[in-house]
C-alpha cells in the first residue's frame, strides 16, 4: 500500500463515525425501498415513471455521498450499505432489461460476491471499509446510462430496444465488469498480504 493511499484510509477513519440512522444512510435505505417500485413500474410498462424513479435513485446515491464528506457523516455503516443498495438497484434493473443475456447478470454476480467476501475479509483483517476505486466508478456509471437508454428506448422510438445495440451494450457493460473485477481482486489481495506482513512483523 502507498503512502498516499495509507493517508487516505487514516483520513476517512478520522471522520468516521459509528452512528448508524444519520441522513445518507437514510437516503441509502430509501435507495433498496425503491427497487421493487422501479421494478414494478417497469413490468407494468409505465416506462417514464421507472425512469424516473431510477433517476431518483442514482440522485440520491450522489447526494447522500456529498452530505457524508461535507458534514462529516461518513461512517463504516454507510460505506457498507451505500453500495450494497447500489449493486442490487443494478442487479434488478438488468434483470429487467437483460434478462435474456443472462451472462450479464452472472458476471456482475460474481464479482459483487467475490469482492464482497474479499472486502469483508479485509474488514475483519485491517478493521477498515474501502471506498470504491475509479474503475467500480466507471462501471456504475456505465451501467446507469445504459439502464436510462434501454428503459426510455421503447417509450422514445414506440418500438422494443434494437438487440444488435443491447448486444453491444452487454459486451460494454461486461467488459466494464471485468476491469472492475481484477482490478479490485489485485487491490484487496494486496491488502491482505500486507495485513499478513504486518501481523508476521508484529509476533516476531
Partial sequence: ?????????QQAQHVDTDRIFTLPNMLSFF???????????FETDQYWWAFGMLLLSGATDVIDGWIARTFHLVSDFGK?????????TQIAVLFCLMRQYWWVLAALLIKEVTIGILGLVALHRTHSVYSAGW????????????MFVLILWQPVFGVPADPTFVLIDSIVI????????????????????????DDTRQAQ
Fill in 80 to 88: 457498507a450499505l451505500d453500495p450494497i443498495a447500489d449493486k442490487l
Fill in 174 to 197: 461486461v467488459a466494464l465488469i471485468l476491469l472492475a473485477f481484477v482490478k479490485y481482486l489485485f487491490y484487496f489481495l494486496r491488502i491482505l498480504r500486507e495485513a499478513r506482513a
Fill in 1 to 9: 500500500m502507498s503512502d498516499k493511499e495509507r493517508e487516505q484510509i
Fill in 31 to 41: 435507495r433498496l425501498l425503491l427497487i421493487p417500485l422501479i421494478v414494478y413500474l
Fill in 135 to 146: 474503475y467500480g466508478k466507471l462501471c456504475t456509471v456505465v451501467i446507469y446510462l445504459s
